[in-house]
């Protein structure tokens, strides 16, 4: 198939994925070259500190506001910004407000590249 249709409230992945290389290499969807995410948040949205190695990952805040450390700087990032975090640079969600929606974009697609640090 050289399309596909979806829905970001049933993704082709878990948490979210819409497209990436951890789906089957079969799927419409599967991607060595990125990886995209539709995230709804809650008021109890943590992701303990981490770095990806290689990728880049970036980060649309489409709804709502989230809170982040990003090398060390404490961030609010609200409806209609955006972040792009280099590879090895420390990021750590601390909140978000109840029904933020985050569109996360990875360059590329690296199932694993996520490290605690």
């Known amino acids: 198939m050289s399309y596909y249709v ?4 049933k993704p082709a992945g878990e948490r979210g994925w819409l497209v990436g290389a951890f789906l089957e290499k079969n799927h419409p969807c599967f991607s060595e070259a990125v990886e ?3 995230k709804e948040l809650g008021a109890d949205a943590r992701d303990p500190k981490h770095i990806h190695k290689l990728a880049i990952e970036i980060s649309v805040i489409i709804k709502g506001s989230q809170v982040v450390i990003v ?8 409806s209609g910004t955006y972040i ?3 590879p090895s640079t420390p990021v750590e969600v601390l ?4 029904g933020t929606i985050v569109l996360v974009i990875k360059v590329p697609s690296l199932p694993g590249d996520k490290y605690s640090c």
């Open 6 to 9: 979806g829905s970001v409230e």
């Open 36 to 38: 995209v995410a539709w």
């Open 71 to 78: 090398d060390g700087q404490h961030l609010t990032l609200k």
């Open 84 to 86: 792009v975090v280099r």
């Open 95 to 98: 909140d978000a407000e109840e």
